[in-house]
């Protein structure tokens, strides 16, 4: 599977941005997906993540209520929505696939997009 992550810019605090993570292959829906934001220095975090069907989600609490997860797999792409974005949101995005219907920890991904960057200013 090949992961291909954008959406990414420089938006105000209180903005959006919709990510979107464009897979490769046809299995595609056989792999949970997570999102993951990484700064310099600093470990990559999981921020959201969805199952392969997309029924179930996970958020990471610093996001719950401002962003949300989705998938089309008919499209073979997964979605991040973020509504009202803080500084703190300020990092490079990840996209990653594992091959569980959902995963939480970043070393059950296998597959991974290269970054696209969020910068929020206030």
């Known amino acids: 599977v090949q992961l291909q992550a954008s959406g990414g810019g420089s938006v105000q605090a209180g903005d959006s941005l919709r990510l979107s993570c464009a897979a490769s292959?046809?299995?595609?829906?056989?792999?949970?997906v997570g999102w993951f934001r990484q700064a310099p220095g600093k470990e990559r975090d999981l921020v959201a993540a969805?199952?392969?069907?997309?029924?179930?989600?996970y958020y990471a609490d610093s996001v719950k209520g401002r962003f949300t997860i989705s998938r089309d797999n008919a499209k073979n792409t997964v979605y991040l929505q973020m509504n009202g974005l803080k500084p703190t949101d300020t990092d490079v995005y990840y996209c990653?696939?594992?091959?569980?219907?959902?995963?939480?920890?970043?070393?059950?991904?296998?597959?991974w997009g290269q970054g696209t960057l969020v910068t929020v200013s206030s």
């Open positions: 990653a696939a594992a091959p569980y219907s959902i995963a939480t920890m970043v070393r059950s991904y296998t597959y």
């Open positions: 969805i199952s392969r069907r997309g029924d179930t989600t």
């Open positions: 292959g046809r299995t595609f829906s056989s792999y949970g």
